[in-house]
Structures are given as C-alpha cells and as structure tokens.
C-alpha cells in the first residue's frame, strides 16, 4: 500500500508540493457555501490569541493557515500521524477497503470502532464532530436516504470515508488545499453527490 509515516528518501521525488488557497479560492467558496465555514470563531481566534493561534504559535516550523512549511523533504521522513502521513488517495481508499472487509481488524473491533460516537467541539479548531474509536462520523441523507460514512476529514479537504451499509469507500486528496476541513470542501462535496447518485438513484 502506497502510504507512509514516515517517508523514504527515494519517495521523495514523488511528493506533489502543497499549496494553499489563493484569495480567489478562499471567498468563492466561502460564497458557495457560507453556513459550511465558522468565520466568526476564526477571527476572534485570531484576535485574542485563541486555541488555533496558539498552536500554530508554538510549532512555528509547521504551518499549513497563511504560510507553507509542509513541503520540507525533512519534515516529510517525520513518523508524525496527525500532519505527515504521505500517501495516495488509492492506497488510503485501499486500507479502508482493508478495514471494511475485516481483513484489518476482527468483526467484534469493527463493532466497537462503529459504535458509540460522540458529537463534541474540536479543541484547536472548533468544529463540531461526531467522534468515536479513532474514527469520525458523517451523516446525510441522498435521495430520501439515511447515509452514514465512517472514517477521517482533514485540514484542506482531505478526507477518507467508508460506507458499510452500501458497500462504498471514497478517499479524495488534494495537493491544493481547500477552505477548512474535509467534509466542507467543495471538491469534495461534489464528488460525494456524484458517487452517489450512482449508488442511491433517485426514483
């Protein structure tokens, strides 16, 4: 599988470089989908030394909100989860396809993983997510349909999510990063309608 903690220096080659928004991308999609975005929360972060700021305060060599220090071959050898798991989009889609058909865990460690999420505020960024097991939980509905996608969104718009019910895994990965965290992004928002109205047809 495609995904390291920890990169090998003869992967390095192969790394796309990261890029943030442009001004541009910040407020089209903010315009297009502005109850996605807490803008409010953020600038009081900003303004009065918040969770956020302070963070990115004390680990001044990893940025990713306004400058750029994650393309640092160093940085990218880091056995570091949270920021520099290094992968493709297959091999995340890869794994989770692993851990949906139990070939990962057992049935009775998937349960528990399945079970018992919590809807909380994120510390640092303030998001509300349900949480469970190391996983996040996503919700909607598609054509009448109850949808419950199991797995991780991140900062940018990455974001990796199974659907045990329908038999369906989606990873979408971007080296140009997106306003806020996975489940807001418009890429990926699209492409999740997309794929369903595949699996869930109206009518």
Same mark, same amino acid.
């Given at each position: 599988?495609?995904?390291?903690?920890?990169?090998?220096?003869?992967?390095?080659?192969r790394?796309?470089r990261?890029?943030n928004?442009?001004?541009?991308?910040?407020?089209?999609?903010?315009?297009?989908?502005?109850?996605d975005?807490?803008?409010?929360?953020?600038?009081?972060?900003r303004?009065?030394?918040?969770?956020?700021?302070?963070?990115?305060?004390?680990t001044?060599?990893?940025?990713?909100?306004g400058?750029m220090?994650?393309?640092?071959?160093?940085?990218?050898?880091?056995e570091?989860?949270?920021?520099?798991?290094i992968?493709?989009?297959?091999?995340?889609?890869?794994i989770?396809?692993?851990?949906?058909?139990?070939q990962i865990?057992?049935?009775?460690?998937?349960?528990?993983?399945?079970?018992?999420?919590?809807?909380?505020?994120?510390?640092?960024? =303030?998001? *509300? &997510?349900p949480? $469970?097991?190391?996983l996040?939980l996503?919700?909607?509905?598609? +054509?009448? #349909?109850?949808?419950?996608?199991?797995?991780?969104?991140?900062?940018?718009?990455?974001?990796?999510r199974?659907d045990?019910?329908?038999?369906?895994?989606i990873?979408y990965?971007?080296? =140009?990063? *997106? &306003?806020g965290f $996975?489940?807001?992004?418009r890429t990926y928002?699209?492409?999740l +309608?997309? #794929?369903?109205?595949?699996?869930?047809?109206?009518?």
């Open positions: 599988v495609d995904f390291y903690l920890g990169l090998p220096l003869a992967e390095q080659a790394v796309a990261i890029f928004p442009n001004v541009w991308n910040v407020i089209s999609e903010i315009l297009y989908s502005p109850n975005f807490n803008l409010k929360r953020f600038i009081l972060d303004l009065n030394n918040g969770s956020l700021t302070r963070v990115e305060n004390t001044p060599w990893l940025r990713f909100i400058s220090t994650l393309n640092n071959p160093e940085y990218h050898q880091m570091q989860a949270a920021v520099m798991g992968g493709t989009a297959r091999a995340m889609a890869s989770f396809e692993l851990l949906r058909t139990e865990v057992s049935k009775s460690t998937l349960d528990e993983m399945l079970s018992n999420y919590e809807v909380s505020d994120d510390y640092i960024s =303030g998001a *509300k &997510v949480r $469970g097991q190391g996040m996503a919700e909607f509905k598609h +054509n009448g #349909v109850d949808v419950k996608l199991y797995g991780h969104s991140g900062y940018g718009g990455q974001n990796i199974t045990f019910n329908n038999n369906v895994t990873a990965m971007s080296n =140009g990063l *997106k &306003v $996975g489940d807001t992004a928002k699209r492409l +309608n997309s #794929v369903y109205d595949v699996v869930l047809p109206s009518g």
